[in-house]
Structures are given as structure tokens and as C-alpha cells.
């Protein structure tokens, strides 16, 4: 399985995303239903803009394991939550669609660049 580039696997559960997500920061996380072997198969990826420990939480009791990585800005996260969207999927994620752009923002996608105005 190719490498995501984030930090884990983790249980994702409320006490291991405190322990390991300690700093409140836009960042990418990727989740899983279970590990097989040794390998973690992305079952779903997503994004904070602000505070990835808070939205992960979103998902505990939903997938078994996650990984995750901050970033510096809404923007850098936003292009590698893309990435791995397109790396990963879109057939093989749970997605139901490609990742949105933050409100208020004309970023586009850096692999297909969807949200590009038409001329």
C-alpha cells in the first residue's frame, strides 16, 4: 500500500485522539475500518481547517483506526486532503464526493483543479 504521508495508525477513540492530537491546527487525517495484516487500507480521508482533534472525534464509533497529520494553513491541508483523494480513490474511499474548498476561498484542486471557472 503506498504511503499517505501522515502519522499512525491510531485507535481513533476519544482518549487516544487526546493523547495524540494535542495541538488545535488545521490538518488531514485518513481513517480505517480495521488493519489488514500489517497494512492500513484508507477507507476515508477528510480535513480540519481549524482543529483536527474536534473533528475527528466526529467519527469515533464510525471507523476503528485513523491516522492524521497538521498542517500550517486551511490551504495545505485542503491540497493534501486532495492528494489523497485522488491517490487513494475516489472508487475506493467512502467519500461520497470530492473534498469541498473552505468557505470563501477559489482554491483549486492540485490534481484536477475542480472549481476552476469556466470560461
Known sequence: MPLSGLQGPYNLNIQTIDEVVILKSAGVY?????????SFHISYVGRSDDDINRRLKDWVDKYALFK???????????EKECNIYHYF???????????ERPKNTNWLCPQCNLFKEKP
Open 30 to 38: 485518513a481513517l480505517a475500518k480495521m488493519v489488514e495484516g500489517n
Open 89 to 99: 480513490g475516489p472508487e475506493g474511499l467512502d467519500n461520497e464526493a470530492h473534498p
Open 68 to 78: 492524521f497529520e497538521y498542517y500550517v494553513s486551511p490551504r495545505t491541508a485542503f
